[in-house]
């Protein structure tokens, strides 16, 4: 007799990845499928995927699909979510789409405090369009519209978006997390899970950022991008939990 | 019995009465009644309104809220519809109804407040990428606008496809008597929304992304089917050209009623006139030109614009007959003396 | 006698070796004699006998190719 510890969830269709050998973003739609299962609310979710790489999301999660215009996804959200406040609305945004064109809508999803979920996933570039700078881009990093390395004189300090977005009064719950090992694997999961939890309680607006690699657009094997998101993104972007309104002494950061 | 109300006011109740479940919308002058009638008057009659952060944001919450299977509606005038573009080519894109109102003004750029019909071409042609239309409504008077509110949630939900209603700033402004008409909604499948049932069906998917040539070729296509469908049943002109006028005057929406002051100091004076008055400006009602009475010598065609509108009257024309072309824009209104006069020198210049 | 297994699902596997830069056993190896219609050498397990089923490999997968079964 042998017991199953671990295989694809039921939260994810069979349609095969188009994501490069390595990228987070697998990893990450894994947690949400499983958190998705796990709360048994998986076929009256609704995922919105963004423009970038992720494009493509609504072919991957096992429920019904919007796709969004770039950085509109929180507004789609917010469509959605009021006209059917009973159903699970989240929307899947890259750094490209959440921290520069569509900053208006998630600063503004969060300030009427809109119950949905985020799930942000910064790799710090521009991965569908070959590679480009992002407001998320770190200081020297070279990317394919920074070649000589980003230069902050002229482009500014990388933009640090749990942080700005913990400042807004209505917004409930905001973590960084990392998936460049299990054990952070793990406590993602936890983050992404406790964030549905909200939404299904009707606590507010929840947003989990989630530190990822892009092996492709870094130009780095697998392996070492997951060692670059400990040692180059985490010192600029802490982990940790930054608003949570419900929790004890209930505070933000 | 009929009851007193503007334009703006008329068109907001008109939604609610036609099962309109969400109202998205941002501050901008002259539609202003509408928001602030809706967020009256929605969470009472079940619904939902939200002031958006922009007309983005507005037009992408309508994207939403069209995908979960709920009747919508979104307002706004000239430069805030040239921020929605973006989001009504989505919306053609992924096949979803909605109704869009645009009370107009002046342009370009902030132009001004006051009226205008320079927004025809970006109604008419699709102000965003790709290859699309919609359904476009032009009332003239509060009535008007009240009916085609009921009509244009209709062709919304028949053809899944968003309708725009354009008027001007004027009419959204007037007060004007008003018969509260309700119709029932039509009956339509939307068994394809993403409203988060796949417990009970398989998935669904609301995108515009197609990444094969041969796919999104004939999706295109078969959009474009869908056009001819609407081509064929939804054309709607109003047509007062009768034999032995020689002028045929072509004008939509508040205009056209001064034009039809125009004709009636003309015929005091035994100059014989028509209206032709297109409701529905795409489709475009070309068929009519080229049936009017053997006694029409020209076409004359009035906006309040640099001339826009009049492209399409020359493409119905087919060059039959001479079109002119009087305007006023900036926010000014032309007088029924201007049309007649420059009805005169046509008449005369033919002589 | 039952025993832990994994099972690879070789087809979509991207090679891109997190898992067996995961695997605490090292028992986890790009399998050079063979190329999947992906064009990638797939991964492999080089001592099924070693396998505690930790399922590290099957948590970092980003494609999640692998099965893990606990022998119960």
Redesign the interface.
């Given at each position: 007799?042998?017991?199953?510890?671990?295989?694809?969830?039921r939260g994810?269709t069979d349609a095969?990845?188009t994501?490069?050998?390595?990228?987070?973003?697998?990893?990450i739609h894994?947690l949400v499928a499983e958190s998705l299962v796990e709360l048994d609310v998986?076929?009256?979710?609704?995922a919105?995927?963004p423009v970038g790489c992720s494009?493509?999301a609504?072919?991957f999660f096992?429920?019904?699909?919007?796709?969004?215009?770039h950085g509109?996804a929180p507004?789609?959200?917010?469509?959605?979510?009021?006209?059917?406040p009973d159903?699970?609305?989240f929307t899947y945004q890259g750094d490209g789409d959440l921290a520069s064109i569509g900053t208006?809508?998630i600063?503004?999803a969060a300030?009427?405090g809109d119950n949905f979920t985020v799930i942000f996933v910064n790799n710090a570039t521009y991965g569908m369009t070959g590679g480009q700078m992002a407001p998320t881009t770190l200081i020297n990093q070279k990317t394919s519209t920074s070649p000589y390395g980003r230069q902050e004189a002229t482009t500014g300090k990388p933009i640090k978006v749990s942080e700005l977005m913990a400042q807004i009064p209505s917004a409930a719950y905001i973590e960084r997390v990392s998936v460049h090992?299990?054990q952070h694997?793990?406590k993602t999961k936890k983050a992404i899970k406790k964030a549905f939890e909200y939404q299904i309680e009707g606590k507010g607006f929840s947003m989990v950022e989630v530190l990822a690699s892009c092996?492709i657009g870094w130009n780095m094997?697998?392996?070492e991008a997951?060692k670059f998101i400990a040692g180059g993104l985490m010192p600029y972007y802490p982990l940790g939990c930054y608003r949570d309104i419900h929790a004890e002494g209930g505070s933000g950061a | 019995m009929k009851v007193l109300m503007k334009g703006n006011d008329a068109i907001s109740e008109a939604a609610i009465q036609a099962g309109c479940?969400?109202f998205?919308g941002y501050p901008i002058t002259p539609q202003n009644e509408i928001p602030e009638y809706m967020s009256r008057k929605m969470e009472a009659s079940g619904g939902?309104f939200?002031q958006?952060?922009?007309e983005?944001?507005?037009i992408?919450?309508?994207?939403?809220?069209?995908?979960?299977g709920?009747r919508?509606m979104t307002t706004s005038s000239s430069p805030g519809m040239a921020l929605k573009q973006?989001?009504i080519s989505?919306i053609c894109g992924?096949n979803l109804p909605c109704v869009i109102v645009n009370v107009a003004r002046c342009g370009p750029g902030l132009g001004g407040i006051l009226p205008a019909q320079s927004d025809y071409f970006q109604s008419t042609r699709g102000g965003g990428n790709g290859d699309y239309y919609m359904p476009v409504f032009a009332p003239s008077t509060v009535q008007e606008c009240w009916d085609l509110v009921f009509h244009a949630f209709d062709v919304a939900d028949k053809y899944r496809t968003p309708t725009l209603i354009l008027l001007e700033g004027l009419l959204g402004q007037m007060m004007e008597p008003l018969e509260m008409t309700k119709r029932p909604p039509v009956t339509v499948d939307k068994s394809w929304c993403?409203?988060?049932?796949?417990?009970k069906r398989p998935?669904?998917?609301?995108?515009?992304?197609s990444l094969y040539a041969e796919v999104l070729e004939q999706m295109n296509i078969d959009r474009f089917k869908v056009y001819e469908e609407i081509t064929k049943n939804e054309l709607m002109v109003e047509n007062s050209v009768k034999d032995g006028d020689t002028v045929a005057i072509v004008a939509y929406g508040t205009p056209s009623r001064i034009a039809l002051n125009a004709i009636e100091e003309l015929a005091a004076e035994g100059i014989n006139a028509g209206l032709i008055r297109p409701i529905t400006l795409w489709p475009y009602p070309y068929e009519v030109f080229q049936n009017l009475p053997s006694s029409v010598e020209h076409i004359l065609v009035a906006e309040l614009s640099m001339g826009q509108m009049v492209e399409d009257v020359r493409l119905g024309v087919e060059g039959k007959y001479p079109v002119h072309f009087y305007g006023r824009t900036g926010g000014s209104i032309f007088e029924p003396s201007e049309i007649a006069a420059k009805v005169r020198e046509i008449v005369k210049g033919a002589k | 006698m039952?025993k832990?297994?994994i099972t690879i699902e070789e087809s979509?596997c991207?090679?891109?070796?997190?898992c067996a830069?995961?695997c605490p056993k090292d028992i986890l190896s790009l399998d050079k004699s063979k190329v999947n219609a992906k064009g990638?050498n797939p991964i492999q397990c080089t001592d099924m006998d070693a396998c505690t089923?930790c399922?590290?490999c099957?948590?970092?997968?980003?494609?999640?190719v692998?099965?893990?079964?606990?022998?119960?």
């Open positions: 007799m042998s017991k199953v510890v671990y295989e694809k969830s994810l095969p990845l994501y490069c050998p390595g990228c987070s973003h697998g990893i894994k998986l076929e009256n979710t609704i919105i995927a494009v493509l609504y072919n096992n429920c019904d699909g919007v796709q969004a215009a509109r507004a789609v959200a917010t469509g959605i979510k009021r006209v059917i159903k699970i609305v208006a809508e600063i503004h300030h009427r090992d299990v694997i793990a092996p094997p697998p392996v997951a | 479940k969400a998205f939902v939200v958006a952060e922009s983005v944001g507005a992408n919450m309508i994207y939403g809220a069209a995908s979960a709920v919508c973006e989001g989505y992924a993403t409203d988060g049932n796949a417990d998935r669904n998917v609301v995108t515009s992304l | 039952a832990n297994l979509l991207k090679g891109c070796f997190l830069d995961a990638y089923a399922a590290i099957g948590r970092i997968c980003p494609d999640s692998i099965r893990v079964e606990r022998d119960a």
